[in-house]
């Protein structure tokens, strides 16, 4: 297959790297040699209030204890703002593009230095202190920087929301986390669509009630129509904070303090918080984003991302700043108003690193090559992406019509918990492979085991897992250590579990294969099936549900839901409805592709769902169902296949 694509690294003569094949060599033995010294080296890219002496602590066994740089003192919003204030005080650190809204707003480190402080005071004003927590619900505004950085600053632990999360959503998170204040917007714009932001964030205060602890609600404006504020509680950002100090004292941490947590799915209902602290991440933000960006004076990095994820974290925020680069954010959608909007957006800003998702690729691969042809984007130097697999023609794609041949592209695998890129390519070194997260970046020690949890070496197919820590790593879950534990490091003891399914060829290459549990990714989002079927499990018309994740052309992967009605609500209940309900609690990004109400579920002779036959007869896959003699009623997949595909 697409195994034999590989494209040397001397095609992209003169691509500006500092690395050899060498001098990688030498750092992936160095790390593996001297974990603790190599680290300890790579830490002194960020400013340290006490420089750390010691370096990995803890253990992947029994009750999981993972620390890094414990005795350094620092603060994360010094290592990305204070740290440039001498000698790039004038460079630009922010360009915020909003559709619609005119030229970008850009903002030098001097600028984003003062803005963070006043918030930093604002937030103090408020009460707000030290290991709080802070809930952040923005579009990609200029604000939702600020508003991290001044979290960091002031020793608050922020959590960002994503703004596709339903009012249910929200409340569950608001509550979960315990956040004390609450950054958002009026509205945010997707598009020709307008989102409530505000209103939604109301409906979920109201929702948590006594449960939330959030006494305060700064409210970015984003359009001229008057949002309902609660006095008292309410304040508006700007007239708010603006006239604050411009100058703050930062809080000292310690490294293993938490900086952020970080809503993600996994497989069972429940959403979990992935705690990052400030030591680990930064220097893991700052490490992985130059090992593989580079980012030079005069770069512009765009990445797509949400901020609400942890590619907006790292990519976005924290790597590129604490490298002193120039990080651009919009909230513009790759085809409105037009087709080819990035690319204007890449020519006008000149952009010199795109990173995006396979979905975004894959959507704008479906617009043609004429809309991209007929931009200038000779600015570009790298193309990456990240956040689900590509194939092999998408990837060939984006590097030959987008970046015209001459732009390496680098597809990244990790994950909310690594908190940074664990395998992805070293630009212009090592040789690319469409449709492959390359090989591990050097300090990574990537294992893969097979079905007894047994390591294997060489080429193998298997559970892809981590065998040593690493200073990005997640701390834990935040109020549910137990979970932590039994997630990521009961599968494979003393290795950490990905929670996917990846195959090593002969180069070290990996090929991630999919999630091994019950997640699915749709257009970069992770959402556990299992959420899906305790959303409906609540309704009393439902008797049963199964979740299944299904091929989609552009979205990588789209939701398919089977629905067992209760006898004697089977007229009342429709598909429209359910689908309704899903979105409702939890949020636009979980709509489904279909929603099928069906007789019976096929199941094993132990009662278990067999989901696997569900996704074949979803998408569409006529043949090879395979055995289903196992089935208490064979009969069933009948009935479910008629109703499949009578709908297809
Ligand atoms: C899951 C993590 C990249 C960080 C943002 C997503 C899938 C991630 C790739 C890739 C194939 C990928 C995995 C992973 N994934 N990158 N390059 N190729 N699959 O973070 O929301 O925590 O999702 O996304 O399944 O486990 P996340």
Redesign the pocket.
Known sequence: MSDHTVIQPGHYKGYPTTMTRASLDAMTRQARKDQDGFWLEQAERVHWHKKPTRGFEGSFEGDVSIKWFEDGLLNVSVCCLDRYLTDKADQVALIAHREGHGPAEKLTYAMLHERVCRLANALTHLGVEKGQRVAINLPMVSEAVVAMLACARIGAVHVVLFGGFSADGIAERLVDSGSVAVITASVAYRGAKIIPFKEMMDTALYKAGADSAVHSVLVVRTSDDAVPMLPGRDHDYHDFVDSFEVDFVPVIMKAEDPLFMLY?SGSTGKPKAIVHACGGYIVWASYTMDMVYAQRPGDVLWCTADVA???GHSSVVYGPLANGGTTMISDSLPAYPHPGRWWDLVDEYKVTMLFSSPTAVRAMMADGDDVVNRHDLSSLRLLG??????SPDAWLWYHDVVGKKRCPVA???????TGGIVLGPIPGVQSLKPGS?SRPLPGIEMAITDTRGRVVQGVAEGSLCIARSWPGQARTIWGDHARFCQTYFTKVPGLYF???GARRDADGYYW?T??MDDVI?IA?H?LGTAEVEDVLGEDHRILESAAVGVPHPVKGEGLVVFIMPRKDSATELTEEGVARLITQRLGRYAAPEAVYLVPDLPRTRSGKIVRRLLRKIASGETENLGDLSALTDPSVVGAVCNRVWGAM
């Open positions: 993600t994820w942890i590619t992406i990240a956040g689900e697999p590509i597809d990244t695998w990790w994950q909310t918990e997260a990905t929670g996917d991630i999919g999630r990714n970069g992770r």
